[in-house]
């Protein structure tokens, strides 16, 4: 079946549903949706029970008086009417969207460098992910349009002319259009003076390797200029380059991209440096800088310390950052889970979220900061600018490296994060804890500030001794303060590798017998059938006593946030800015968003 046939079968029986809803409804009846797995795997069953619910969702009518309950609230227990599997044609149309996917060919597909030149639009260079056929794997392309052994000659005697006549900037990406622009004229001049002629057909591609090798990134200047490429990494000379996509269906693979002399690789990092504002030698061989866009950038300089030659690697940023839908899209969460976590920062607790190297602890940091309510006043602290947050109150910190061996004009995560609380925050976000500034932040959620970070720790055990142990160095009573820890791990899964959130626990308490975290588990990930499974929750059951809610107002509460996420989802609403509107109107115009995702 192709997409068109599965399309026009789920309208059909979208219309077929909607007939026996309209029947039953004239007899006091209406139908709801109940999924009996919640993580999404098994299927959901239509059942007919009586219209007794509060529908639809209004939350400023809760009930006046709310028993106390006796018990955690269930997970599991909450009918959470509306969701549905997201199944891999779901998927396929999301990527079909975004990487142009042509599965006959199971190849990939879609453009990378398109520029304006000489008034006209070109695209000079596009990504071709497929199987190669000698080396039985998948492999990332980056197609150009070739040139000849003369253009390539042509081309370097213009660009060491266009050096020594203009000074090119280090940040040129303020003002690249105007950059190419100057670069084209003096390049055409160039030409003239030499009197080289160059037909009009080739010239725009002769004008796109100099603009690439002056302003650009040189050879991995259409990798920089790929959306879903997350790092790019060098290892070495005659080393293919690595990249990490954001597609879970390719991950990580090698590129068609090497550097093939220690010359070449030393002259590329040398300038890569240079657009940092800082230096890289022999004497200085290892540099931690981020690059005019806000990317990471790591540098290991010469043979003496890296056997295979200059090394670096780059963590792209991103304007395109991750979102909840784009968590739902790579089943990394489900809606359910998504919905506990949007009620628990709503509320204001506290959460840190944990995993090894490359588990997207960033992404999921970023993409469940957006549940913040317009409005509060948000401080974020990095070390690399990474975070996109649509909030107009948000204050953006980045921490700074100190200058020689002194480290003159150093200003710390831990300098920020005192000066942070001087300004009344409602949220403090660190980008991931790592010493000392873990004490301020713990110490500002125990005076009721809502923290949330990233910390290095694969497991609960790890994460405690990480936080008690130098140079962290906790002090257990303020573990305490802590809600929730969310786990997420990289594993490799039928075939390729994936991104889950493998255990969300709530903290209870800190044992001083048996120095150990006292905590339970809200939500583990089942490997059988890859779904989320939910247990009792501790904190929602404080949250509902704290906010006089009874049960039935927090089942109301995740239908509604269930349903919003699903309507995302459904509508492939991945801009963050367009998520915060969405939002926007969940806190500020709740009947119309009531009226918008049909609740």
């Given at each position: 079946m192709d997409i068109d046939e599965f399309i026009d079968s789920v309208l059909d029986t979208v219309k077929k549903k909607i007939e026996l809803k309209n029947k039953l409804n004239q007899g006091g009846f209406r139908i709801e949706k109940i999924n009996t797995n919640i993580a999404g795997s098994s299927q959901n069953s239509n059942q007919i029970i009586p219209i007794?619910?509060?529908?639809?969702?209004?939350?400023?009518?809760?009930?006046k008086k709310a028993k106390k309950l006796n018990k955690d609230i269930n997970l599991l227990s909450i009918p959470v009417a509306g969701q549905r599997k997201i199944t891999d044609k779901d998927k396929l149309k999301f990527f079909i969207d975004l990487y142009g996917v042509?599965?006959?060919?199971?190849?990939?597909?879609?453009?990378?460098?398109?520029?304006?030149?000489?008034?006209?639009?070109?695209?000079?260079?596009?990504?071709?992910?497929?199987?190669d056929q000698n080396l039985n794997e998948l492999v990332y392309n980056v197609v150009e349009v070739p040139i000849t052994v003369q253009e390539k000659n042509i081309i370097d005697y213009v660009i060491d002319k266009l050096i020594k006549r203009i000074e090119i900037p280090e940040n040129r990406e303020n003002d690249f259009d105007r950059m190419k622009d100057y670069i084209v004229e003096e390049s055409i001049n160039i030409l003239k003076e030499k009197g080289?002629?160059?037909?009009?057909?080739?010239?725009?591609?002769i004008l796109y390797y100099i603009i690439r090798d002056t302003i650009g990134y040189g050879i991995i200047d259409p990798l920089m200029r790929d959306p879903y490429i997350e790092d790019i990494s060098c290892n070495g000379i005659d080393i293919p380059i690595f990249i990490f996509h954001r597609n879970p269906l390719i991950g990580e693979i090698k590129t068609n991209i090497k550097f093939n002399s220690d010359i070449e690789l030393d002259n590329f990092v040398i300038k890569l440096s240079v657009r940092t504002g800082r230096m890289i030698s022999i004497s200085n061989p290892l540099l931690d800088a981020a690059?005019?866009?806000?990317?990471?950038?790591?540098?290991?300089?010469?043979?003496?310390?890296?056997?295979?030659?200059?090394?670096?690697?780059?963590?792209?940023?991103?304007?395109?950052?991750?979102?909840?839908?784009?968590?739902?899209?790579?089943g990394t969460a489900d809606t359910n889970m998504l919905a506990y976590l949007w009620t628990l920062i709503e509320e204001g607790r506290s959460l840190l979220i944990s995993g090894g190297t490359a588990t997207g602890k960033t992404s999921f940091l970023n993409a469940v900061s957006l549940f913040i309510k317009p409005g509060k006043k948000i401080i974020s602290i990095e070390d690399t600018a990474e975070l996109r947050l649509p909030h107009s109150n948000w204050l953006q910190e980045v921490a700074r490296p100190g200058y020689g061996p002194n480290r003159y004009g150093e200003v710390s995560m831990f300098d920020l994060l005192k000066a942070a609380l001087r300004q009344r925050p409602d949220y403090i976000i660190v980008g991931e804890v790592r010493g000392e500034e873990a004490y301020i932040l713990f110490q500002a959620m125990a005076t009721g500030?809502?923290?949330?970070?990233?910390?290095?720790?694969?497991?609960?055990?790890?994460?405690?001794?990480?936080?008690?142990?130098?140079?962290?160095?906790?002090?257990?009573?303020?573990?305490?303060?802590?809600?929730?820890?969310?786990?997420?791990?990289?594993?490799?899964?039928?075939?390729?590798?994936?991104?889950?959130v493998d255990k969300i626990y709530e903290i209870l308490g800190y044992d001083k017998e048996k120095k150990d975290i006292n905590r339970v588990v809200s939500y583990y990930w089942d490997p059988k059938d890859d779904s989320y499974i939910p247990q009792n929750s501790n904190v929602l059951n404080k949250i509902a006593e704290l906010r006089n809610w009874s049960k039935s107002d927090i089942e109301t509460n995740f239908k509604f946030k269930i349903r919003v996420l699903e309507y995302m989802f459904e509508n492939?609403?991945?801009?963050?800015?367009?998520?915060?509107?969405?939002?926007?109107?969940?806190?500020?115009?709740?009947d119309k968003l009531i009226r918008l995702v049909g609740f």
């Amino acid at each position: 079946m192709d997409i068109d046939e599965f399309i026009d079968s789920v309208l059909d029986t979208v219309k077929k549903k909607i007939e026996l809803k309209n029947k039953l409804n004239q007899g006091g009846f209406r139908i709801e949706k109940i999924n009996t797995n919640i993580a999404g795997s098994s299927q959901n069953s239509n059942q007919i029970i009586p219209i007794l619910q509060t529908y639809p969702y209004k939350p400023k009518k809760f009930k006046k008086k709310a028993k106390k309950l006796n018990k955690d609230i269930n997970l599991l227990s909450i009918p959470v009417a509306g969701q549905r599997k997201i199944t891999d044609k779901d998927k396929l149309k999301f990527f079909i969207d975004l990487y142009g996917v042509n599965n006959e060919e199971n190849e990939y597909r879609y453009p990378l460098t398109k520029m304006r030149v000489l008034n006209k639009d070109f695209i000079f260079s596009y990504a071709d992910i497929s199987i190669d056929q000698n080396l039985n794997e998948l492999v990332y392309n980056v197609v150009e349009v070739p040139i000849t052994v003369q253009e390539k000659n042509i081309i370097d005697y213009v660009i060491d002319k266009l050096i020594k006549r203009i000074e090119i900037p280090e940040n040129r990406e303020n003002d690249f259009d105007r950059m190419k622009d100057y670069i084209v004229e003096e390049s055409i001049n160039i030409l003239k003076e030499k009197g080289v002629k160059i037909t009009n057909q080739r010239l725009p591609y002769i004008l796109y390797y100099i603009i690439r090798d002056t302003i650009g990134y040189g050879i991995i200047d259409p990798l920089m200029r790929d959306p879903y490429i997350e790092d790019i990494s060098c290892n070495g000379i005659d080393i293919p380059i690595f990249i990490f996509h954001r597609n879970p269906l390719i991950g990580e693979i090698k590129t068609n991209i090497k550097f093939n002399s220690d010359i070449e690789l030393d002259n590329f990092v040398i300038k890569l440096s240079v657009r940092t504002g800082r230096m890289i030698s022999i004497s200085n061989p290892l540099l931690d800088a981020a690059l005019p866009d806000g990317s990471r950038l790591q540098i290991t300089f010469g043979k003496d310390i890296s056997r295979k030659g200059s090394s670096f690697t780059i963590r792209k940023f991103t304007e395109d950052p991750f979102t909840p839908v784009d968590l739902l899209l790579y089943g990394t969460a489900d809606t359910n889970m998504l919905a506990y976590l949007w009620t628990l920062i709503e509320e204001g607790r506290s959460l840190l979220i944990s995993g090894g190297t490359a588990t997207g602890k960033t992404s999921f940091l970023n993409a469940v900061s957006l549940f913040i309510k317009p409005g509060k006043k948000i401080i974020s602290i990095e070390d690399t600018a990474e975070l996109r947050l649509p909030h107009s109150n948000w204050l953006q910190e980045v921490a700074r490296p100190g200058y020689g061996p002194n480290r003159y004009g150093e200003v710390s995560m831990f300098d920020l994060l005192k000066a942070a609380l001087r300004q009344r925050p409602d949220y403090i976000i660190v980008g991931e804890v790592r010493g000392e500034e873990a004490y301020i932040l713990f110490q500002a959620m125990a005076t009721g500030h809502a923290g949330l970070s990233t910390i290095h720790a694969e497991s609960i055990e790890a994460l405690t001794d990480r936080l008690l142990s130098p140079p962290i160095n906790l002090p257990p009573s303020l573990l305490e303060i802590l809600d929730d820890v969310i786990f997420l791990k990289r594993i490799r899964y039928q075939g390729r590798y994936v991104r889950r959130v493998d255990k969300i626990y709530e903290i209870l308490g800190y044992d001083k017998e048996k120095k150990d975290i006292n905590r339970v588990v809200s939500y583990y990930w089942d490997p059988k059938d890859d779904s989320y499974i939910p247990q009792n929750s501790n904190v929602l059951n404080k949250i509902a006593e704290l906010r006089n809610w009874s049960k039935s107002d927090i089942e109301t509460n995740f239908k509604f946030k269930i349903r919003v996420l699903e309507y995302m989802f459904e509508n492939n609403v991945r801009d963050y800015k367009k998520v915060g509107e969405i939002l926007d109107m969940y806190y500020n115009d709740t009947d119309k968003l009531i009226r918008l995702v049909g609740f």
